[in-house]
C-alpha cells in the first residue's frame, strides 16, 4: 500500500476560529499502477486532501500511512523524506523556479536531498529528457524561455528526485490546448512506461474521461464518490454531484436525442471519431 488515509479530518484556524477542510476520509492508494483523478468544486477539500500525502499538511484528526510512515509523526521521526517518495506539482509550479540556469532548476531537488552533484545532473538530464527539454536549453536562464517550456521545467524538477507517486495539482491550468495535451501525455507516458501511480487534481472532466482509470469525487470535505470512470458517469447520483460530463459524453448525448444515434459511451475524441465513422459505416 502506498498511502492510506484512516479517518482523517483536518480544520484550518481563521480568526480564532475553525473551518473544516476535509472529514472522516477513508482512502487507499496504491504505490504503483493507479491513474486517479480527484474532483469537486472549489473549495470541496482537494488542495488539503493530497497536500496529507507528503506530509506538507498533518491531520488534526485520525492517521495518513505513506510508505509504511504513519502521519501525525512521533516527535522524534524525521518526515522530510516523503516530499521525495511523494511528489507534488502544484498549480502554476513554474513561480517556484529561481536558479540561473534550468539545468541547476531541475537539479535543486535531488541536491536538496543530499544527493551527489554527480547523481543530482544524471537525474536531472534524465527528468529533462522525460518532459522534451533539450539539452541546448540547459544553461539558458528558467526565465527567458515559453510559459510552456517553463512548466515542463518545474515538472522536471520534481521528477529528478524520482518521486514512487506523482501527485499533479491541475497541472495543465493555463496551458494552451497543444500544451495541454503535450503535458497529458507525458504523464500517462510516464504512468504506463514506469507503472507510476498518478493523482490528478483537476476541474477539466475532458481529462479525467481521457486519463483516468479511477475518480474521487470531493463535496465539502467528504469523498461522496470513489470508483472507475466508467460507473461516475453512468451514476445516478451524478448531477448530485454538480460536475460536467466530458465532450464526447455530451456529443453522443445529443446525438441520440436528436438523430437517434445509438448512444455508446466513449471517453476520449479518437474514440468517439472511431465510432462515428463506424456507426455510419465509412
Same mark, same amino acid.
Given at each position: 500500500?502506498?498511502?492510506?488515509?484512516?479517518?482523517?479530518?483536518?480544520?484550518?484556524?481563521?480568526?480564532?476560529?475553525?473551518?473544516?477542510?476535509?472529514?472522516?476520509?477513508?482512502? =487507499?492508494?496504491?504505490?504503483?499502477?493507479?491513474?486517479?483523478?480527484?474532483?469537486?468544486?472549489?473549495?470541496?477539500?482537494?488542495?488539503?486532501?493530497?497536500?496529507?500525502?507528503?506530509?506538507?499538511?498533518?491531520?488534526?484528526?485520525? =492517521?495518513?500511512?505513506?510508505?509504511?510512515?504513519?502521519?501525525?509523526?512521533?516527535?522524534?521521526?524525521?518526515? =522530510?523524506?516523503?516530499?521525495?517518495?511523494?511528489?507534488?506539482?502544484?498549480?502554476?509550479?513554474?513561480?517556484?523556479?529561481?536558479?540561473?540556469?534550468?539545468?541547476?532548476?531541475?537539479?535543486?531537488?535531488?541536491?536538496?536531498?543530499?544527493?551527489?552533484?554527480?547523481?543530482?545532473?544524471?537525474?536531472?538530464?534524465?527528468?529533462?529528457?522525460?518532459?522534451?527539454?533539450?539539452?541546448?536549453?540547459?544553461?539558458?536562464?528558467?526565465?527567458?524561455?515559453?510559459?510552456?517550456?517553463?512548466?515542463?521545467?518545474?515538472?522536471?524538477?520534481?521528477?529528478?528526485?524520482?518521486?514512487?507517486?506523482?501527485?499533479?495539482?491541475?497541472?495543465?491550468?493555463?496551458?494552451?490546448?497543444?500544451?495541454? =495535451?503535450?503535458?497529458?501525455?507525458?504523464?500517462?507516458?510516464?504512468?504506463?512506461?514506469?507503472?507510476?501511480?498518478?493523482?490528478?487534481?483537476?476541474?477539466?472532466?475532458?481529462?479525467?474521461?481521457?486519463?483516468?482509470?479511477?475518480?474521487?469525487?470531493?463535496?465539502?470535505?467528504?469523498?461522496?464518490?470513489?470508483?472507475?470512470?466508467?460507473?461516475?458517469?453512468?451514476?445516478?447520483?451524478?448531477?448530485?454531484?454538480?460536475?460536467?460530463?466530458?465532450?464526447?459524453?455530451?456529443?453522443?448525448?445529443?446525438?441520440?436525442?436528436?438523430?437517434?444515434?445509438?448512444?455508446?459511451?466513449?471517453?476520449?475524441?479518437?474514440?468517439?471519431?472511431?465510432?462515428?465513422?463506424?456507426?455510419?459505416?465509412?
Amino acid at each position: 500500500m502506498g498511502i492510506q488515509f484512516k479517518n482523517v479530518g483536518y480544520a484550518y484556524k481563521v480568526f480564532k476560529k475553525s473551518y473544516d477542510a476535509i472529514k472522516n476520509i477513508n482512502l =487507499n492508494i496504491e504505490a504503483q499502477g493507479e491513474f486517479i483523478a480527484i474532483v469537486g468544486h472549489t473549495g470541496s477539500g482537494k488542495s488539503t486532501l493530497v497536500q496529507h500525502m507528503n506530509a506538507l499538511l498533518l491531520p488534526n484528526e485520525g =492517521n495518513v500511512i505513506v510508505f509504511g510512515q504513519q502521519l501525525p509523526p512521533k516527535k522524534s521521526e524525521k518526515i =522530510n523524506y516523503l516530499r521525495q517518495k511523494v511528489g507534488l506539482v502544484f498549480q502554476f509550479p513554474e513561480y517556484q523556479l529561481f536558479e540561473e540556469t534550468i539545468i541547476k532548476d531541475i537539479m535543486f531537488g535531488p541536491k536538496n536531498f543530499k544527493e551527489t552533484s554527480s547523481h543530482a545532473l544524471e537525474s536531472a538530464k534524465r527528468a529533462a529528457s522525460i518532459v522534451g527539454i533539450d539539452e541546448s536549453l540547459y544553461e539558458q536562464s528558467p526565465f527567458r524561455i515559453s510559459g510552456g517550456q517553463m512548466r515542463r521545467v518545474a515538472v522536471a524538477g520534481i521528477l529528478a528526485m524520482e518521486p514512487e507517486i506523482l501527485v499533479l495539482d491541475e497541472p495543465t491550468r493555463g496551458l494552451d490546448p497543444k500544451g495541454r =495535451n503535450d503535458l497529458m501525455e507525458i504523464f500517462k507516458e510516464i504512468h504506463e512506461k514506469e507503472n507510476k501511480t498518478i493523482i490528478l487534481i483537476t476541474h477539466d472532466m475532458d481529462l479525467v474521461s481521457e486519463y483516468a482509470k479511477r475518480v474521487i469525487v470531493l463535496s465539502e470535505g467528504h469523498i461522496v464518490f470513489d470508483g472507475k470512470k466508467e460507473d461516475l458517469f453512468t451514476h445516478p447520483d451524478f448531477n448530485l454531484y454538480h460536475l460536467d460530463y466530458p465532450t464526447p459524453l455530451k456529443i453522443l448525448k445529443h446525438l441520440e436525442e436528436t438523430i437517434g444515434l445509438p448512444f455508446e459511451p466513449k471517453y476520449d475524441f479518437s474514440s468517439l471519431l472511431a465510432y462515428l465513422k463506424e456507426v455510419n459505416h465509412e
